[in-house]
């Protein structure tokens, strides 16, 4: 059973830097496409990173040069380093799996998700 685990969120201020982790069971990410989600209060989900099965990566725009994702096959783990922290950064950050791991992983349609892990940055 495909299953994802997110830790790391936290109180941090702005500038400041966390690191969100991605943990999975039941498959090994090395096939697969992950993403990070994350829902600031009243708005819509909005995708913040993916990396894919051949590690190539997307940012979006207002994080890019802030934030990093990466994975760790071994540790069948996936973290996205945050730096840089704005108050705009607050939200609930998901993250998310397909097996269509090559393809590009910001227009996948993930099916597996995880709890979420919240993310809140003071001014």
């Known amino acids: 059973q495909v299953h994802l685990v997110e830790s790391g969120g936290g109180l941090a201020q702005s500038g400041g830097s966390l690191r969100l982790s991605c943990a999975a069971s039941g498959f090994s990410l090395d096939y697969y496409a992950i993403a990070w989600f994350r829902q600031a209060p009243g708005k819509e989900r909005e995708i913040v990173s993916c990396?894919?099965?051949?590690?190539?990566?997307y940012y979006v725009d207002s994080v890019k040069g802030r934030f990093a994702i990466s994975r760790a096959n071994a540790e069948n783990t996936v973290y996205l380093q945050m730096d840089s922290l704005k108050p705009e950064d607050t939200a609930v950050y998901y993250c998310?799996?397909?097996?269509?791991?090559?393809?590009?992983?910001?227009?996948?349609?993930?099916?597996?998700w995880g709890q979420g892990t919240r993310v809140t940055v003071s001014s």
């Open positions: 998310a799996t397909d097996e269509r791991g090559g393809s590009a992983c910001e227009w996948i349609p993930y099916e597996t």
């Open positions: 990396i894919n099965s051949a590690d190539a990566t």
